[in-house]
């Protein structure tokens, strides 16, 4: 099955259930704005094939494409509309950049994979070379197997990646205040960050066989790294860095997962997530607070 090219904001999918004559590629936009002034989001697997579901609640279901919405005001804590699960559909399931789908389909290799959350994040890695998977959220990393997401399995195996980089926020460490305001526990903000960063961890170490090696790596922006303002998602980065002509420092800080840099604080996690436990300040009361 072959790709056509793709472009910034449009890519050639493949639909399974084409039938003549109607084609078997067809092209989509990534990004669209419907009549409400919502980002569209469109979705594929790491194939390149349109998700197609049906609701079988229905007398007569009809196939529905998979796509989230980004709401033009969020509805509560709520930013995005995600399919639901009662509905037929997969659920959250990660997004991949053209370009990785490109890669898998090659068979290309693939030396660094980082996961993140937020697909704009990832689009726009991609659009600067990068391998990035946009996750719905940073709990969203397993299929209804527990297990790493198939896709992402996927791409590991295919493209041969040695380095798998958890990449936060800049804000991963912060407290929640509206769980100060309301006298919650605060810890629990920053232990979803650490302890989704370890299960992925745990689930990328099972998948994979005894004769591969993979290192695994956490990541996270320096928001204060910056004079001028404070970056807080990769997107928000790279548009300063562009901006601030540091474009190339960021992408050469940002691939380099070895050495510490400016821009992002790093630390290996492929054999222990302790250090990173005392990081997050998760070991000792007195030390979070």
Known sequence: MEHPEVDENHMMVYNPEAEHPMP???????????????????????????????????????????????????????????????KGSPGAIPWF??????????????????????????FMAGLHGV????????????????????????????????????????DCLDISTKAIRLREESTKRVFNFFNSAKRIRALAINAMPEERTLRIYFMH???????????????????LATSAEKLQPVLKDMQNVEE?????????????TAMLYKYFKLDDVTHFY
Not at 29 to 34: E, G, L, R, S
Not at 35 to 51: F, H, L, Q, R, S
Not at 260 to 272: K, L, N
């Open 24 to 86: 078997s590629w067809g092209r989509t936009k990534i990004f669209t704005i419907d009549n409400d002034g919502n980002m569209v989001i469109n979705y594929w697997t790491v194939e390149g094939e349109m998700i197609i579901y049906y609701n079988d609640k229905l007398k007569n279901p009809k196939p529905i494409v998979y796509e989230t919405k980004r709401w033009r005001e969020p509805k509560g804590d709520r930013k995005y509309d995600i399919p639901s699960k009662e």
């Open 97 to 122: 950049h053209p370009i990785t789908v490109k890669a898998f389909q090659d068979g290309e290799k693939i030396k660094t994979l980082y996961l993140t959350e937020g697909v704009k994040k990832a």
């Open 131 to 170: 391998h990035v998977v946009g996750l719905s959220s940073i709990t969203c990393y397993a299929d209804k197997d527990r297990q790493l997401h198939r896709g992402i399995r996927q791409v590991i195996e295919t493209c041969g990646v040695e380095n798998l980089v958890v990449l936060w926020d800049g």
């Open 221 to 239: 922006i320096k928001s204060k790294a910056w004079k001028t303002e404070e970056p807080k998602g990769l997107d928000d980065l790279l548009t």
């Open 260 to 272: 510490s840099g400016p821009f992002f604080y790093r630390a290996e996690i492929t054999m222990t």
